[in-house]
């Protein structure tokens, strides 16, 4: 049996600062085996950079990200070398960075997949097909299908169906992008863990770790505003996920909130 930790996108030095203050005690409380965390929104001012990638690194083994994952240029290094970063499988091929990697723990591998949904989101290709054509070369690459998804995307319904989609063919899938954590985890049919959306990490008292007060001038104004991540109270928003490593198949899913 192995767990993984699925933390929610973490946004900014607060929220990578509560993230290590609490990380230890989750880590031994639940025997968790790799820690996996969504960093698209990791830096200041939106994006990861080198040094929030380091930050993340503190505590986590591997890095998904999304929509935010080339907003910051200094940053396209680090996803070209880094085998423990990825950025949406489904963007253009010649995008910088890769879609997938495979993490070694020892007595098994478990491969994490970046996914961007196509509807309100970015422009590119079909998910459903880029995680066909992933699932194709990743076979015979592993001892057993251990393979988790990061499906970051706006709408409930596509990830509900991509979910569906790839049920019994991987261990879990995770929604990330929304920053609000669902109460619909669950264990598909197949054995493949699933949640709609793993939530944030950040103030929670915020719009999605943004200062309130800017983002509701900015709505009522219609006048462009700098977001600046708030620095409320953070909380840490996550999912642990035990499956075995022999199968694939996943066991059990809970959601984590830590304040
Ligand atoms: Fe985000
Ligand atoms: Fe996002």
Request: net charge negative; aromatic share 6%.
């Amino acid at each position: 049996m192995k767990k993984i930790l699925f933390l929610g996108d973490i946004v900014g030095s607060h929220g990578c600062r509560f993230v290590k203050s609490v990380i230890y005690d989750i880590k031994k409380k639940h025997g968790i085996d790799i820690v996996i965390a969504n960093g698209e929104n990791s830096a200041d001012g939106n994006g990861i950079t080198p040094l929030s990638a380091d930050m993340l690194f503190g505590f986590a083994d591997i890095i998904t990200t999304g929509n935010h994952c080339f907003r910051r240029k200094e940053v396209y290094p680090l996803l070209e070398s880094s085998d423990r970063i990825i950025r949406p499988a489904n963007y253009p091929e010649d995008a910088p960075g890769k879609g997938y990697c495979i993490y070694d723990m020892g007595s098994s591998q478990l491969a994490v997949i970046n996914l961007i949904g196509v509807i309100y989101t970015d422009q590119a290709d079909n998910p459903f097909s880029a995680a066909d054509r992933i699932l194709s070369e990743l076979r015979g690459r592993l001892n057993a299908p251990n393979i988790l998804v990061d499906l970051h995307a706006e709408t409930t319904s596509e990830k509900k169906a991509l979910g569906q989609y790839l049920a019994g063919r991987v261990t879990a899938v995770i929604g990330t992008h929304t920053h609000v954590q669902t109460a619909d985890e669950t264990i598909l049919p197949g054995g493949t863990a699933y949640i709609t959306d793993a939530g944030m990490c950040g103030a929670e008292l915020s719009v999605l770790g943004v200062r309130s007060d800017i983002v509701i001038k900015r709505m009522c104004s219609h006048i462009p505003e700098k977001f600046t991540e708030s620095d409320n109270p953070a909380f840490l928003n996550g999912v642990v996920t035990e499956y075995d490593e022999k199968t694939g198949k996943a066991l059990s899913i809970s959601r984590l909130v830590i304040r």
